[in-house]
């Protein structure tokens, strides 16, 4: 498993005194904002002075870039957080720990391919399964996932009708 995880990218400079805007690649922007520290590509810890939400947007104050020409320097870079900063729920994932995962039948043991993309709907999410060119999406819904066994590499799921048609 990666100990740092991608979690947002900085786009673009705010206001004048070297305010970046960060497009947080998050369930929520909010959990972008309560991080005091991230990292960078490097794994270099980058100091959080302050953070806020601005429509889907984070704005954010970054200790050491204090000009609009230093924020623009930040331009590009993509951001990071420790996995062990992170308390998730039960039943909760990282979307880079589903990616990669074996996606099989709970009864008969049959593999449909692996997981490749994960969609956020609102409702649930949807899990982009691959099988060579066939490609399947499947509800991340109780009735169809039975059990994520991130360790052993494996999603095991029910079938329901018109899942694979």
Known sequence: MKQFLEIGQIVGVHALKGD???????????????FDELY????????????????????????????PEDAAKQRGKVLYINRDDVELEKGTYFVQDLIGLSVEDADSGVV???????????????????????????PAIPDVIEKTDIEGGKLLIHVIDGLFD
């Open 112 to 138: 449909y391919g692996k997981l490749t993309d994960v969609t956020n709907t609102g409702a649930n999410d949807i899990y982009t399964v691959k099988n060579g060119e066939k490609e399947y999406l499947i």
């Open 20 to 34: 970046v805007r960060v497009d947080p690649w998050c369930d929520s922007p909010d959990f972008l904002c309560e």
């Open 40 to 67: 960078d590509s490097k794994q270099n810890i980058i100091e959080i002075e302050s953070s806020r939400v601005q429509k889907n947007i984070v704005v954010m104050k970054i200790k050491g870039i204090n000009t």
